[in-house]
């Protein structure tokens, strides 16, 4: 590597990252393709969004843990893995992970994996971290081996993931930054009417206050009986982003300017403890939309997870029922895999159409597209309401389904089947709380599992996994993934688990 860097941002940067992003195809054909072949993946799993908002997501510090699941990777004999984090991740999580490995010795696996972290806890992108520490980076580079046989791996991409895959010399398998606005709230819109997908009635490219209640008196006036609208901020995530405003009260006159002057009491924001005011200015910075709230009995969210591979390929990877909460319903809770067969086939194809229309934008690497789905004369109405280029809440879940089983997602049936075709399905978490688990450590955790059966049984091929458990000491929280021959039996394996690690934490 030479001494200097391009400038983050600039048009040398930009030139760099192209000829590092031009190595992919040849290094999907070939190496990618062939799990004998040397690699190294360099993991940096922090999340690059909005701080503020992450800050108030409880034990967000922790979910850097959830791309643990790319040690799975290590199964593979001739790959090496440079997984850094925030701070140390605990031995004992490490040691988990590398017990799940089946037929690969733990001293090997050890050999091949390199943990690096930066020692800073505070609430800022990771990437950030990493690229004021020169010295780290030089450690990265050196841990890497062959740099033409290397990629990195990261939750989402932004402009600090372009300048870091610069600065190691590695090509990014994700999508280009500059086409991040695809991803946002008002890009999605705008791909879902290029794709010809039904979508909420709404406003997009909202930047201030007054558009916004200009945007809500508009959909009102189209829809008299509307009693609620959501707003969503461009780069929110998860739901956090947005906020729910009520038309309680409003006049059938000067409609804007009741909604103008209501817009403090009325919106109801999902992040927690995020004030008026600071949501105002962020709809300043980032822009958003709004959408007419839809509240049909029988409503469900699926999701559809895809990716569009360096050789041009688009590829169904999963699809899931998204579980929300939150004060309206609106942040992601759990999933179950796969999503309901009486209409996982039919949002499969409609995220296909969305697929088309961002590969023919030059979109690379995974994405996810949400729907919101009601019952309708013996069918399901589909609307699309966000795509997701990046990672997401469902990705590592997948990761360990597919390691642990060796089985394979089938599109056309919309099923997971194992080498054996037997059908797989699980219930995943990452919000497992319960304030009594405090009094556990990640080794007490694993100690219980091991006492009380709650691991994954490689005869029977079911069973539980767990994750974010870095979390459990000072926030009682971890994640889990259930899984068995279908969803309710699924279900029922994560409550009967979470029967168990209740009664053990009162204990």
């Not at 990618?32 to 993946?41: E, S």
């Amino acid at each position: 590597m030479p001494e200097l860097t391009p400038e983050p941002g600039s048009d040398a940067e930009v030139s760099a990252y192209a000829v590092l992003q031009a190595r992919l195809p040849l290094l999907f054909r070939q190496v990618f393709a062939d799990p004998l072949a040397p690699r190294t993946v360099v993991v940096v799993p922090g999340l690059s969004m909005d701080c503020e908002v992450l800050a108030k997501v409880s034990g967000c510090q922790h979910y850097e843990e959830r791309q643990l699941s790319m040690l799975t990777l290590l199964h593979l004999p001739n790959t090496r893995v440079v997984f850094v984090s925030s701070v140390a991740i605990d031995p004992a999580i490490v040691d988990y992970y590398l017990r799940l490995l089946s037929g690969v010795s733990e001293a090997d696996a050890r050999r091949r994996l390199v943990m690096l972290s930066t020692g800073d806890g505070s609430a800022r992108s990771l990437t950030q971290k990493l690229l004021e520490r020169p010295r780290l980076l030089a450690r990265i580079r050196a841990a890497i081996g062959d740099p033409q046989t290397a990629h990195l791996s990261v939750f989402n991409s932004t402009a600090l993931e372009r300048s870091l895959a610069v600065q190691l010399g590695i090509p990014l398998y994700g999508c280009d930054p500059r086409l991040l606005d695809w991803g946002g709230k008002s890009g999605s819109r705008r791909v879902f009417r290029e794709a010809g997908i039904d979508l909420p009635d709404g406003v997009e490219d909202l930047r201030d206050v007054a558009g916004l209640a200009a945007a809500l008196a508009a959909l009102k006036a189209r829809h008299p009986s509307l009693a609620r609208a959501v707003v969503k901020l461009n780069q929110g995530f998860s739901g956090e982003g947005n906020a729910v405003f009520s038309y309680a009260g409003c006049p059938d006159e000067h409609t804007e300017r009741w909604i103008t002057a209501h817009l403090p009491l009325n919106l109801a924001i999902e992040a927690r403890d995020l004030a008026w005011e600071r949501y105002a200015a962020k709809l300043t910075e980032q822009g958003g939309i709004v959408e007419e709230w839809i509240s049909d009995e029988g409503l469900r969210s699926p999701s559809v997870q895809m990716r569009i591979t360096p050789l041009g390929d688009l590829e169904t990877i999963s699809t899931h029922d998204q579980i929300l909460g939150g004060p309206s319903g609106q942040i992601f809770q759990a999933c179950t895999f796969p999503a309901d067969a009486a209409y996982a086939v039919e949002v499969q194809g409609l995220a296909a159409r969305v697929g088309g229309v961002l590969k023919s934008k030059g979109v690379l690497g995974r994405f996810g597209v949400d729907f919101v789905s009601v019952p309708k004369d013996g069918g399901w109405r589909h609307r699309a309401i966000e795509i997701n280029l990046r990672k997401g809440g469902t990705t590592h879940t997948f990761q360990m389904l597919q390691f642990l089983t060796q089985g394979c997602y089938d599109a056309g049936r919309a099923q997971f089947l194992t080498p054996a075709s037997a059908a797989r399905s699980y219930y995943a978490t990452d919000n497992v709380v319960n304030p009594a688990y405090r009094r556990l450590t990640p080794q007490d955790l694993f100690e219980i599992a091991e006492q009380r059966r709650l691991r994954w049984d490689a005869a029977s091929q079911t069973g539980v996994t767990f994750g974010l458990v870095g979390a459990i000491a000072e926030f009682g929280k971890l994640g889990m993934v259930a899984i068995d021959a279908d969803t309710a039996a699924a279900r029922r394996r994560f409550r009967a688990a979470v029967a168990v690690l209740d009664e053990e934490a009162a204990a």
